[in-house]
Structure formats: structure tokens, C-alpha cells
């Protein structure tokens, strides 16, 4: 089973304030049992000792992740349409998300 989190930090001169969650995977026989929440709030924490004060994350639209997001304090900003090529081929949209730390 695997479960991943990555935090990319800004880089640019005006971003030293904000990372970004790139990627949370869970495993779908690890889901529905928290680890996702851990994971969030792991990252979150290792951003605020890094100084970041602002999250931002996407998801594929219609996903059951928008929910888990929405409920960890994750404000929705919007859809982008064709944002990334989905596995089994085609576009598929991503909603985008912001927290503040």
C-alpha cells in the first residue's frame, strides 16, 4: 500500500509566504480511515515551521476529495476545464483550493 504527500515551496521572490500541496495519494484500501487527514495535517504543520502561511492544492473535479477538503478548512476558488490528461486518456478539469495557515 502506498500513501504519499508533497509540499512544493514557492520560489518566487514575492511567494515566501505560500507552498503548495502537489500531491496526496492514498491508497484505495487505505482510504476512509484517516490517513488522508494525517497526511494534511502533517504537511501543514511541517509548512508553518517552514514560515508558509498559505496553501494551495487541486483535485480532479467530481472527486470525493473535494469534500475531505472543503471539510479540513480548504476554501474552494474554482474549476479549470482541460486542466490535466486523465489516465485512461482526455482532459479532465481540476478545482482548485486555498488555505490559510
Known amino acids: 500500500m502506498y ?7 514557492a520560489q518566487q521572490n514575492n511567494g515566501g509566504h505560500r507552498a503548495e500541496v502537489a500531491k496526496l495519494m492514498v491508497h484505495p484500501q487505505a482510504r476512509r480511515r484517516g490517513v488522508a487527514r ?4 502533517a504537511v501543514e ?8 502561511t498559505l496553501l494551495v492544492l487541486d483535485t480532479v ?3 470525493a476529495a473535494e469534500g475531505m477538503y472543503a471539510r479540513l478548512g480548504y476554501h ?4 479549470i476545464p482541460g486542466y490535466a490528461v486523465a489516465a485512461r486518456g ?4 481540476t478545482t482548485v483550493f486555498y488555505k490559510a495557515l
Open 3 to 9: 500513501v504519499i504527500v508533497m509540499l512544493l515551496l
Open 38 to 41: 494525517r497526511l494534511l495535517a
Open 45 to 52: 504543520q511541517k509548512a508553518q515551521a517552514l514560515g508558509r
Open 61 to 63: 473535479t467530481g472527486d
Open 76 to 79: 474552494h476558488v474554482g474549476v
Open 90 to 93: 482526455g482532459l479532465q478539469a
